[in-house]
């Protein structure tokens, strides 16, 4: 199959199983701009995003909040001013609360009614729902898309749209798991944040720029450094390895009671993964010094 970004020839890196079900897809990368791609892309994704999906466990509910947080007070510091932001896909709505509490005029979009109702109930935002498209009326100064892009079946036409929507100053921000990271590289078809075929899209910095040049933007910075998802990954890339479950940690996680910690290879599971946590920093550290994190995040701006 040939790239759907930029249309070259792609091989095939690897294939991976689903750890939430019992199909397996194809990784392809491509040898030009370098974005790897899940094959076949399922038709219907619905049936692969299971209720629970992201639907943390209180405590790490606590703590991912907590990191979202401090991720978006960083950016604020960095923009240095208040305006008004746009989230695509903003999930459970941490980030708008966040962006809110200093300041910023917030709106939340979500694919369907259902969702945007949701969210609206659980914020008390504004959240828009159906053909991101359709917004006409409104220009922003910040865009999110976290943790969606890689979702998304046409991620040229969703940052087209966003281009649109962006303010002369607006920015853009943007991340996916980075498919350079050394931590792909190490865990291949195990790596933790790989998630097909949830993920359609496993972006890089190449081909991040390949796709926002298609869409009238350029990046303006880059960073690979993520403490939400860099420390885990490495954690769970060796616990796959050694044999303890697909992404065992984090099905774990995403349940309410914990109740997989409480036998012999859930406790086990548990010591390895404390004695694993230094050395997952150390090579978080490392590899962020050379931008080989596993998260990308990119900002960009409308070309001129
Ligand atoms: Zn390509």
Redesign the pocket.
């Known amino acids: 199959m040939n790239?759907p970004?930029?249309?070259?020839a792609?091989t095939k890196l690897f294939i991976a199983n689903d750890y939430l079900g019992p199909d397996s897809f194809a990784v392809e990368k491509?040898s030009?701009?370098?974005?790897g791609f899940t094959s076949p892309q399922p038709a219907d994704l619905n049936k692969y995003y299971p209720d629970d999906y992201r639907q943390f466990a209180k405590f790490t509910r606590w703590v991912m909040q907590y990191l979202y947080r401090r991720h978006v007070h960083q950016w604020i510091k960095q923009l240095g001013f208040a305006g008004n932001a746009l989230e695509v896909g903003c999930g459970n709505g941490w980030m708008l609360n966040a962006l809110s509490d200093q300041g910023w005029k917030v709106v939340g979009y979500e694919r369907n009614e259902i969702q945007a109702n949701r969210v609206k109930a659980e914020t008390g935002h504004p959240v828009r729902f159906g053909d991101l498209g359709a917004i006409r009326d409104e220009k922003f100064d910040l865009i999110l898309l976290f943790n969606v892009i890689e979702h998304l079946p046409d991620p040229v036409l969703v940052l087209r749209q966003c281009a649109s929507l962006l303010t002369d100053r607006g920015v853009l921000i943007i991340n996916a798991p980075n498919l350079d990271s050394w931590q792909a590289s190490f865990s291949k078809a195990y790596w933790a944040h790989l998630d097909v075929p949830r993920h359609l899209f496993h972006f890089s910095e190449k081909?991040f720029d390949?796709a926002l040049g298609k869409a009238g933007l350029r990046n303006t910075h880059v960073t690979t450094v993520s403490w939400i998802h860099d420390p885990y990954g490495w954690v769970v890339g060796v616990l796959n390895k050694l044999g303890f479950g697909h992404n065992r940690l984090t099905v774990e996680l995403m349940k309410g009671t914990f109740r997989g910690f409480f036998n012999l290879s859930g406790v086990f599971m548990v010591l390895v993964s404390g004695l694993l946590l230094p050395f997952a920093v150390v090579a978080s550290l490392v590899s962020w010094c050379f931008g080989k994190g596993a998260l990308i995040e990119v900002w960009a701006k409308k070309a001129k």
């Open positions: 790239c970004i930029c249309n070259s792609a491509c030009s701009c370098g974005v081909s390949v």
